[in-house]
């Protein structure tokens, strides 16, 4: 099993950056994927950014292209999402996820709110 815990989230105002941070914990050898998904109020959870754990290669939404990168800190088994140029509509809980050719393991969420 795979433990994930977010933290960082919070409430900016737009135009406003934030990071995001997800460590994993326990069988973290079995991680080749993670990435940052997110839910808004009356909306399906929506991919918003991977990191494939060997060569750093990541891919992003369309609609946090060039706002938003995702990186990783091996050492520290971390990911992080750092947020810049902030809209009203990312305003979602975040969740961290991870897994092997999936996303299997899952993070209980951080709120993110950002204000007009």
């Known amino acids: 099993q795979v433990q994930l815990v977010e933290s960082g989230g919070g409430l900016v105002q737009a135009g406003d950056s934030l990071r995001l941070s997800c460590a994993a914990s326990?069988?973290?050898?079995?991680?080749?994927?993670m990435g940052w998904f997110r839910q808004a109020p009356g909306k399906e959870r929506e991919f918003v950014a991977g990191?494939?754990?060997?060569?750093?290669?990541?891919d992003y939404a369309d609609s946090v292209k060039g706002r938003f990168t995702i990186s990783r800190d091996n050492a520290k088994n971390t990911v992080y999402l750092q947020m810049s140029s902030l809209k009203p509509e990312d305003t979602a809980i975040y969740y961290c996820a991870a897994g092997l050719s999936a996303y299997a393991y899952w993070g209980q969420g951080t709120q993110v709110t950002v204000s007009s």
């Open positions: 990191i494939r754990w060997s060569d750093s290669s990541a």
């Open positions: 326990g069988r973290t050898a079995s991680i080749y994927l």
